[in-house]
């Protein structure tokens, strides 16, 4: 069990430092992405300030800073005069009642103006948090008092404002990658879907990240002020809609982050996914995502991506209820599974008749066994510091790549070789690139992504290490060479 959750929770420290560790934004990002339910402390000098969270939701928080007052809040907002504030206080010392209900029995507010004092401070506290640079912060799981539950906002939205009002050039910089590293819209749904209006000025940045251009060629080419242009892709890449370009995948289209709002009344979008997920457990992965059997892999993400969009679980939020975000979860997770299970397939039989092609030789008798042996033998070593002839002659590798480029453990064997010929940076860059070839011909395979994470860890690229071992981690949760890996850090 305590394996599982340290899985679950894997990206970020939970107990750390914002200088050192995580900034407020990617920590909330993974908490989010990890659907924890339980209690976020953060601290700096006398200051404690807690978020809750359910199913990865921020839904309430706290503070011991007087300024953070609820009284305090309604005099900044004009609800309540500096008097009243400080009469109710009083009253609220010598009864030991809450002010709010002590604000409402005075008639100073209603209680539907209390409601909103209490959301809006909430808020308030959270958004204070994106403004801390160094503090300590602790996250333990653990239930939430149901009586503390306010917050019906979506973590997209939440993290989309606070993040907005970060105004430190030096940070931004600092929490961005470097101004050489190219960009490209994160190909994860839930990532990319989040409840977020996008502005004039977003849509202009978000044009201009093809996987082509550099943040710098972004920045210049917006005719935006630098610090502006710079800010709007600070808000992205918190979030996530933004990651850095990974060559194994073309970029996304604009056209599936820019489509028109959903047009579903609230009640009938309820009942719509009342009833598809009425169907989950008997749906074939063709079933549910509409499609006839044998479908190419155009129509598979073509519809994968719009029922990602649709039932995205940040869109229980349009309906201000939570309740529906539990059916959504299913539903989004049941969708990415068969996307992936069709995309395998695809996969497997494109390799085939790929090779069979290439060969002369049917896809039935194609047997690997020899390639599939030495490419894990390759992996068990890729971490010795033996010659690259521990792993095949490097020219004979290379030339079995060249007359059959359609089998990916050939690439890996190439790529575990070249990684093997130790203090070559020429090497280096190549395995790289052939093990970049292996998971283009093999995108669900754990093993790629670990071998990868590996071949950084070598070239002294730990922070890109750890990215692979963790996508492998996702596509294989039991793989060992990337839970290997990850033990470094």
């Known amino acids: 069990m305590e394996e599982e959750q340290e899985k679950k929770k894997g990206k970020i420290p939970f107990k750390g430092d914002f200088k050192r560790d995580a900034s407020f934004p990617r920590l909330l990002a993974c908490l989010n992405e990890s659907g924890l339910t339980g209690k976020l402390t953060v601290r700096s000098g006398g200051t404690c300030k807690n978020v809750y969270l359910k199913d990865g939701e921020a839904v309430f928080a706290s503070s011991s800073s007087n300024d953070d007052w609820l009284g305090v809040t309604l005099v900044k907002t004009g609800k309540i005069s500096l008097q009243q504030f400080e009469y109710s206080t009083e009253i609220m010392k010598r009864s030991g009642r809450r002010h709010g209900a002590v604000l409402v029995e005075l008639g100073y507010i209603t209680p539907k103006e209390l409601f909103w004092a209490i959301k809006h401070q909430v808020k308030e506290i959270i958004y204070s948090l994106f403004e801390y640079e160094e503090a300590q912060y602790e996250f333990v799981e653990g239930q939430v008092p149901d009586e503390v ?12 404002e606070g993040v907005s009002r970060v105004d430190s050039l030096i940070r931004i910089k600092e929490e961005i990658p470097p101004v050489w590293t190219t960009l490209q819209l994160n190909d994860d749904p839930l990532r990319l879907f989040q409840n977020v209006q996008f502005s004039a000025k977003d849509r202009k940045i978000l044009s201009l990240v093809d996987g082509q251009r550099t943040i710098k060629q972004v920045i210049e080419d917006s005719w935006f002020n630098s610090f502006e242009a710079m800010k709007i892709i600070y808000v992205f890449w918190a979030i996530g809609i933004l990651t850095e370009k990974k060559m194994e995948t073309e970029n996304i289209s604009l056209d599936v982050l820019f489509q028109d709002p959903l047009p579903e009344e609230l009640d009938g979008f309820a009942a719509k996914v009342a009833a598809f997920h009425e169907k989950l457990s008997s749906m074939t992965p063709c079933g549910l995502l509409g499609l006839e059997e044998g479908a190419d892999a155009g129509n598979i993400k073509k519809n994968y991506y719009r029922l990602a969009r649709e039932f995205h679980p940040e869109r229980a939020y349009d309906a201000d209820g939570l309740q529906l975000r539990e059916k959504l979860v299913e539903i989004f997770d049941a969708v990415k599974r068969a996307y992936i299970s069709l995309m395998r397939k695809q996969d497997a039989s ?105 071949i950084y860890l070598k070239a002294g690229r730990a922070a890109e290490a750890k990215r692979q071992f963790e996508k492998a981690l996702i596509l294989d949760s039991g793989n060992m060479k990337a839970a290997e890996g990850l033990k470094r850090f």
């Open 149 to 160: 539950i306010t917050l019906k906002m979506s973590a997209g939205s939440l993290i989309y």
């Open 350 to 454: 494109g390799g085939r008749a790929r090779h069979a092609e290439n060969s002369g030789q049917a896809p039935e008798v194609e047997d690997r066994h020899e390639d599939k042996e030495a490419a894990e033998k390759a992996a068990a070593n890729a971490d010795s510091t033996e010659s690259p002839e521990a792993y095949g002659n490097i020219s004979s590798l290379r030339e079995a790549v060249r007359s059959d480029p359609s089998d990916p453990a050939k690439w890996r064997r190439l790529a575990l070789a070249l990684s093997g010929a130790a203090g070559d940076l020429s090497f280096s860059a190549e395995a790289e690139r052939a093990m970049f070839e292996a998971i283009g011909l093999s995108p669900f395979d754990g093993d790629c992504y670990a071998e990868l994470g590996h």
